[in-house]
């Protein structure tokens, strides 16, 4: 099995790594690089857990080669924060949107993805945009609000 190296920015750092044949983006971002933040949920793409942004767009790191990070800035829950919580961060806590937390980063990296592209999105906007992301505790509506407050600027980090 030959190794292929993978240089890439990582949540703003520059980063290089080693990926095999067929790795997805997942296994690579938790195994060599480590960062655990993007979650492993049905590795079929169906559950959204492993949302992380390539070059802006959300992707399903479960379905993405990691060979496809090559040159790319990817994205990460791990790297939403600075020296406070992001305003999603803190809008998820306010609103309770984050119950077992397992869809979490997925989450906020799909409503990232959003509110970069349409800072004021419409309640349908926001349902679609997290449409890709599964979530059994919630039942979404704390999730929905939590965007929404972001976007109307009712948190600010």
Not at 60 to 80: H, S
Not at 114 to 141: F, Q
Request: aromatic share 6%; net charge negative.
């Amino acid at each position: 099995m030959a190794l292929k190296p993978v240089t890439f920015t990582l949540n703003g750092n520059a980063k290089a790594a080693f990926t095999e044949d067929g790795q997805n983006l997942l296994d690579f971002l938790r195994r060599s690089v480590g960062d655990l933040s993007p979650k492993y949920g049905c590795g079929q793409g169906g559950c959204g857990a492993c949302t992380v942004l390539m070059d802006g767009a959300p992707v399903l790191a479960c379905l993405t080669l990691a060979e496809a990070a090559q040159g790319a800035r990817i994205e990460t829950a791990a790297g939403l924060a600075g020296a406070a919580l992001h305003p999603l961060q803190e809008a998820f806590m306010e609103r309770f949107a984050a119950q077992c937390g397992y869809c979490t980063p997925g989450m906020l990296m799909a409503a990232r993805a959003l509110l970069d592209r349409n800072p004021r999105p419409s309640r349908d906007e926001v349902i679609e945009a997290i449409s890709g992301n599964i979530c059994r505790c919630t039942g979404y509506e704390p999730i929905i609000a939590a965007i929404l407050d972001v976007a109307e600027g009712r948190v600010r980090a």
